[in-house]
T-cell receptor, first 111, second 117 residues
Framework: DAKTTQPPSMDCAEGRAANLPCNHS???????VYWYRQIHSQGPQYIIH???NNETNEMASLIITEDRKSSTLILPHATLRDTAVYYC????????????FGKGTHLIIQP | GAVVSQHPSRVICKSGTSVKIECRSL??????MFWYRQFPKQSLMLMAT?????????EQGVEKDKFLINHASLTLSTLTVTSAHPEDSSFYIC?????????????FGPGTRLLVL
């Protein structure tokens, strides 16, 4: 699976949009981009995933560049409960393999 | 939908004893379950993958005789830490994927915190 690179930490004001970037320049054509987050002392929570097209669900939007070398997770109206470590993971095989977690981005929502 | 539970949520045991952790998919059939562990201030590390009715596949460096995994049904997998030692103290988390939900997505349990004295 392709390596992903994320900034180690980010701050965002409560109520504003949080934009979390991820680089995956070596991603292959059959690898999906997945986003999970882990709130302190809990199991990871699935957020969203995509292959080529932008995706949106009730939690977030995922914007994937046309060359698929990077993506951005957008939390449209961040709340204090969105403070967590966010992981961007490239995964092939339709999700059959276990996930390789990097260090992620520690997003801190400021009141 | 796609709820995964774990039991117990935390356990303290004496060195040398065995501890069993259960992972259940509550509203879907988990054809594949994964076990991870997480040490303080580190990311999750995959330990093993198990498919229902098959033997688990362990990641390099994970002792299969120490970490026994059973995936006997489509809703239950167990991880038994045998002869636990203080260095096995960690946060153990399972995930599952399967039928009736998004096939490509893994859903995680809340984790089990193990402390070996």
């Amino acid at each position: 699976d392709a390596k992903t690179t994320q900034p180690p930490s980010m701050d965002c004001a409560e109520g504003r949009a949080a934009n979390l970037p991820c680089n995956h320049s070596t991603i292959s054509g059959n690898e999906y981009v997945y986003w999970y987050r882990q709130i302190h002392s809990q199991g990871p929570q699935y957020i969203i995933h995509g292959l080529k097209n932008n995706e949106t669900n009730e939690m977030a939007s995922l914007i994937i560049t046309e060359d698929r070398k990077s993506s951005t997770l957008i939390l449209p109206h961040a709340t204090l409960r969105d403070t967590a470590v966010y992981y961007c993971i490239a995964l092939s095989g339709g999700g059959a393999d276990g996930l390789t977690f990097g260090k992620g981005t520690h997003l801190i929502i400021q009141p | 939908g796609a709820v995964v539970s774990q039991h117990p949520s935390r356990v303290i045991c004496k060195s040398g004893t065995s501890v069993k952790i259960e992972c259940r998919s509550l509203d879907f059939q988990a054809t594949t379950m994964f076990w991870y562990r997480q040490f303080p201030k580190q990311s999750l590390m995959l330990m093993a993958t198990s498919n229902e009715g098959s033997k688990a596949t362990y990641e390099q460096g994970v002792e299969k005789d120490k970490f026994l995994i059973n995936h006997a049904s489509l809703t239950l997998s167990t991880l038994t830490v045998t002869s636990a030692h203080p260095e096995d103290s960690s946060f153990y988390i399972c995930s599952a994927r399967g039928r009736g939900i998004s096939r490509e997505t893994q859903y995680f349990g809340p984790g089990t915190r193990l402390l070996v004295l």
